[in-house]
């Protein structure tokens, strides 16, 4: 039942491509502000930046401290 997590180098490369898409579409949006579309696009670009963070952070880090939580042996009961 144990799943391998991606080693957190890709994660981290994975956040950090979401976040130079994030960005660029962020420029596109504040060129283009005064278009309709570009509603949409800054809508997107926000979700990549909360992606990016999410990747960068959130698994890099339970990519990090899973393998040590599942190699350590459980606890015994109290009963």
Do not use: C
């Amino acid at each position: 039942m144990t799943e391998k997590m991606p080693p957190s180098s890709s994660l981290r490369l994975a956040g950090f491509l979401w976040l130079i898409v994030s960005v660029v579409l962020a420029l596109v949006w504040s060129y283009y502000s005064s278009e309709w579309w570009s509603v949409a696009v800054g809508v997107v670009a926000v979700f990549f930046f909360i992606e990016a963070t999410a990747h960068m952070n959130v698994y890099s880090i339970m990519a990090d401290i899973m393998p040590a939580l599942q190699k350590r042996e459980p606890a015994k009961s109290l009963k």
